[in-house]
């Protein structure tokens, strides 16, 4: 726990002393529960690494679970207004209810791509991919979970 909290820190920190993006977005499923989901974060940098923070809530179902995804990003720019982006990073569950923290798995990841927009000197849109995948018995040692999410957002540039 305190590894995490100190994790969580450095997070902060690092998210404060460079560029900041904070973003909305909406998402849904394609496979498994086929549940939506409400997101929102933060991202820092806006060159080619970028760290985030990412909460995702589900809204088709009441849930006491708060899904956190610390990520690290890796940021390809096309032209001026248009980057492709691919990242991974660990699942961190939050129960609300009994106000427990815990990691999802320790050999699970959230891994993502997407394209990010942007219109204006401030505002940004977003679409991505998402799944699951850890490390499994297999002739590569990555496993996949089958479950892919959709998710389209806007967000604000700082």
Known sequence: MRSLICMGIIILFTIVSFSMSVYVSKGIELSGLERQFFGVGLQSGNNFLRSELNCYVPVTQISSLLELDPAVSLNFRL?????LYTGLGFIVL???YKLQV?????NAFRVKA??????????HIFGEVMTIAGLADSPFFIGWSG??????????NY
């Open 79 to 83: 032209g001026k207004n248009v980057s």
């Open 147 to 156: 479950v892919l999410y959709v998710n389209a957002g806007i967000g604000l």
């Open 114 to 123: 997407g394209i990010n927009l942007k219109l204006t000197d401030l505002i």
């Open 94 to 96: 939050v129960d609300l």
């Open 102 to 106: 815990f990691i999802y798995s320790d």
